[in-house]
């Protein structure tokens, strides 16, 4: 076997599981448009009633109102209608805003995509930072600092952090903007800086005790201890060996987390008063306003599967032994 | 008319986190004034740049035919104008029509200004006023002003500068609506233009008020312009700019008041009240309202069918109680269905008989509990339904399940979501198995018929199926009467039969609460927000 019929092969398997992971994601997808479409007409109340909004219409206006939204038509045709639309990028028209769902949510995504960006990066410094710290100087005074920060920081709802947040840096001491999403750069910064603290207080935590763990567990390893015991510098051993065979847990439960973080901004959106996905989505489940609904679930979804199809990606490029195991395979 | 649920929940939430403040005082009715009235605030110094109002919600439209709720109505009514206006005293006077006469009981023909400009530089004309008053009419528009115009036969253009209605019957009412959302005139190229559009926030309105659309940042901001070529010089806009801020959540707005990141705001959480009336960033008024808080009986076949359980549950409550835990003070227990405000029409003698003939139910537990006793429907159950929105809700709730325990029944308090509560008010699933359950319900013209019209056999928000022919008839009588007195006589009648009956049981009336940062002054605090150019009278504090 020469070389390059190995490496063609070894491509075409690659191309093979490409392929496959991209199926799949397109079938994770089309099955939860099923039921997120399904599921939302299965849904108590009258899409048609919330129309006339709380009026006793008359049959022919009724009826008018039924036709124009398809209402009539049967479920397989709604269905087939929508995810037609769907495919060619129109999500339908929003019953509240009398708009397109496209320019709804585009209105609100970057505000949310730039809290959720913020979020991340302060998950990824502070929470591996304060993890590493934690295992390096386990049982010293520092280790028992981050442990008992940790503790506190995991048991904080979004929803106080935002309270007390807002009203002692807000209120109180008026560094911060209380109220909106800013305009411009630094303006917009300045504005997102509490509620990504708000929002992301809980997930450090948790991303700080998944990187302690994870270090403790290599820490522990044969062939740690002997490249220790051997006299390599320990600095050089912890970011070769150790930081770098932990960051796999790191990073899976970090992407989970991030793309999880889609539906849990309502509440800081809310009590910041900024204009997000979230928020949005609250309001729309209230009013039934399903074309929006159905988007924002199928982004959501979507987004939890492109992060995992990302971190699937990432694992083999920082952890050799993963990107072994995978071209035996 | 009656709110849209949406409404009805602002108006319960627009007083949230509500807390027994002891430094409230009380009502005043008990004697010590804890609240006045004011009708308005000192004029402006001058002129503003720019400011900054809150808003419980946002609109989903500014489109006048889905105007009816506070958020919307609130920016419109300084962006479109009706052929009358509302004013904060709430009368009515001309504005978009010059004059209006009634040449025959089933026809209303309205003058149009001259000389009146569009923001968009085009000039109104009559053909204008039947485009924006026949999209009422229009079933695939399903506008939410279709019960003002249910009497309507056509709407024409009758000379260069005159529109006619013409109706099916008399309907002393219909002329009324034209100084609120229902009388609203829009550029007809404009509907022809963006039609499903129209309203939206790409799009906008193009209307004649003192303030032009500019921008609307979905989900944060709506911003209004002044109009340079306004008609009436009265009312020409202090500011260049409004900004509209949409702040869900009680405490975000109260806290955005505090750091005077926002100007001002109606409808203030009545929990911040104490700590809004005293501070360096503002000063907090309040003004005439048409708002009722009342219990709907939904459920006219159990214990509460009979009419005696109705008033003997009115009787239970404890009001003075719910006024003063519930709304910090700032209210006053309801003699009936509608306030004295919406007699304002009504000839003064007609006026005050009508409040002294009304039945009283003072707080009488023991009275209460022998007359439910006639009844024989001891411990019967009572399901009052709530949703946990704040506590002004929760407060009045458990006041209204202790006076169904002291009058024997057995109260069950079902607490439903926030969004399941809208419902009710729309679905007549939503509210199988309840007996009771809270609304806050405002006119949106001076006259009580807005009220009793919709407690007529058949009407939708008619929750409870409650019938009488006799009030029906008196109401017929009132909607077609169009003499002030042979008006205000048969709606007295259609009133004293309700009071008497209870379809709904009233527990108090508020103010309008109003917030102005220092910065800021100018504005009239009255219900007449929701149709009149409030925000053109705001400019800068001396």
Redesign the interface.
Known sequence: MSASTLSRSALSRTAIAAARRLLGMAVTLLVTSFLVFSSLYLAPGDPASFLVRGRSPGPQELAAIRQQYGFDDPFPLRYWHWLDGVLHGDFGRSYLFHQSVGEVLWSRLPATLLLIGVSALMIAVVGVGAGIVGALRRGTRTGSAVLLLVTVGAAVPSFVAAIVLRSVLGVNLGWFPTIGNGTGVLDRLHHVVLPAIALSVTFMALVTRVTSAAMLDEMRREHVEVALSRGLPRRTVIRRHVLRNALGPIVTVGGLLVSGMLVSTAIVETAFGMSGIGSLLIQSVDELDFQVVQAIVLLVVAAFVVVNALVDLVHPLIDPRVRAAGGAR | M?P??RSLLAAVTAAAALTTSACAGTAQQTGAAAYKLTSTTPAAAGDIDSFTWSLYG?P??I?YA?S?DFPPNQILANVCESLLRWNPDLTTSPSLATSYSNPTPTTWVYQIRPGVHFHDGTVLSADDVVASLRRNLD??V?G?W??PFRNVQSIDKTGAMQVTVTLKTPDSTFNQYMAASPGTVESAATLAKDG???????DGVNCTGPFAFSSW?????LVLKRFDDYWDPQLKAKAGQVKF?????P??RV??F??G??DGGWMVPAGAYDQLRDTPAGTLYFGQNTTVADEVVNNLKGPLGDARVRQALLMAIDRKGIVKAGAAGVGEVADSLVTANNWNGAPPSTAADAAKALPAYPYDPAKAKALAAQAGVSGQKVVIATSPLDSQTTIITQAVAQAATAIGLKPEIDTVS??KY??L???P??RQGVDLFLTFWYTSITDPLDMYGSLQTG???NYGNWSDPKFDAAVDQAVGAYDPAAHAAATEAAQQIAMTQLPWLPLYTEPVSVFLGKRITGVQPSIAYLYYPWAAQIGAKG
């Open positions: 009656r849209s649920p946002e989903t439209s489109d889905y009816f079933p695939a399903a939410d279709a019960y499903k559009d129209y309203g939206n926030p790409a940042t979905s989900g944060q901001s801020v949409f702040l869900s959540d405490t975000t806290n955005a505090r750091t990141e926002v926030a969004d809208t419902a008010f729309t679905d699933a939503a009407a939708f928000s």
